[in-house]
């Protein structure tokens, strides 16, 4: 994984050993609308709670597929980080299921045997099949993984440079998220470095985007109206959503769809390299000051 590139602020941070963070949060106190004043925000955001846990399970169970085959040591170990750092994420965001969304009014049951089914059997290994057909599928799924990582890297980078505590949101649940940004910024260039390991095909990757892309958005949007239906404090029509979430991006507190959507983009340049996302330095600096890391440790 040597001769990437530098960060996108001309940093080197050097190597960064992966490693699996601890983390405790309690959600008694937290407020289902945790950033006031923004109901539609706080949903949308609490959407990737319900996304996430079968989700980062799923790049585990590949990746702990995938990692018997990989004869580059250096590469190997840098996965197994990717593999503690993604099963605390489903660790964490799935305790916020029961702990937060399901206390609050939220029935997270629904969603979460969708997501089960999505991830654990139709993007689950296949048992059947010859050895080139199973090993073709798995290397169509590493760039599935490293299409997703794309838009958790974009996601990570806008978690530590948004609004959230300026506009008084619960700390918690800002942590939670900021924590999870910066290792998704952190380990950014994992499923792409894998991915090319396993079939470097320009092909694969154009491919693997445009089916994430409209799949991602479908879910998400699927998820943030189950949300507001289901909560309990709230009523809006759509253009009273639409006007609240464009109210939140100009807060700060929410991403610009628009940005989003453009950055996928920049996936498809042949020379594109993940490092021109988001920044290592500012990542690992976060981590070495989350409150729920430290109080862990």
Same mark, same amino acid.
Request: charged share 20%; proline share 6%; hydrophobic share 45%.
């Given at each position: 994984?040597s001769g990437q590139p ?12 992966? +490693? ?12 289902? +609308?945790?950033i006031p004043d923004h ?78 089914? &999505? ?34 890297? &974009? ?16 700390? %918690? ?6 924590? +999870? ?5 952190? =380990? ?6 894998v991915a090319v390991y396993?079939?470097?095909?320009? #092909?694969?990757? %154009?491919? /693997?985007?445009?089916?994430?892309? *409209?799949?991602?958005? #479908? ?23 639409? @006007?609240?979430? =464009? ?15 453009? /950055? ?5 340049? *042949? ?11 500012? !990542?690992?600096? @976060?981590?070495?000051?989350?409150? !729920? /890391?430290?109080?862990?440790?």
């Amino acid at each position: 994984m040597s001769g990437q590139p530098l960060d996108v602020d001309g940093s080197d941070p050097g190597p960064v050993e992966l +490693h699996a963070r601890n983390v405790t949060f309690d959600w008694s106190e937290t407020p289902l +609308h945790w950033i006031p004043d923004h109901p539609v925000a706080s949903n949308f955001i609490s959407v990737l709670n319900l996304l996430l846990p079968e989700g980062e399970r799923w790049f585990v169970q590949t990746y702990n597929e995938a990692l018997p085959l990989v004869a580059d040591d250096e590469l190997a170990a840098t996965m197994r980080g990717f593999i503690g750092q993604e099963a605390m994420h489903a660790e964490a965001h799935d305790h916020v299921l029961w702990a937060f969304l399901d206390t609050r009014g939220i029935d997270p049951r629904p969603y979460q045997r969708q997501m089960e089914w &999505i991830f654990r059997k139709v993007l689950g290994p296949r048992d059947s099949g010859t050895p080139v057909a199973r090993q073709k599928h798995l290397v169509e799924r590493l760039w599935l993984i490293a299409a997703l990582e794309h838009y958790t890297a &974009i996601l990570g980078d806008f978690a530590l440079n948004n609004s959230w505590v300026e506009s008084g949101a619960d700390p %918690g649940m800002t942590d939670l998220f900021t924590w +999870h940004g910066a290792e998704e910024v952190e =380990h950014r260039a994992v499923a792409h470095e894998v991915a090319v390991y396993f079939g470097d095909s320009y #092909l694969r990757r %154009g491919r /693997a985007m445009l089916v994430v892309l *409209p799949i991602l958005l #479908l879910l998400i949007n699927r998820g943030f109206r189950y949300i507001m239906r289901q909560d309990p404090t709230v009523r809006y029509n759509f253009f009273q959503r639409q @006007y609240h979430y =464009h109210r939140g991006v100009r807060a700060g507190v929410l991403p610009k769809m628009r940005k989003i959507v453009l /950055a996928t983009f920049s996936y498809f340049r *042949p020379g594109f390299h993940p490092n021109e996302i988001g920044s290592t330095a500012q !990542a690992v600096a @976060y981590l070495a000051a989350s409150p !729920a /890391a430290r109080n862990a440790g």
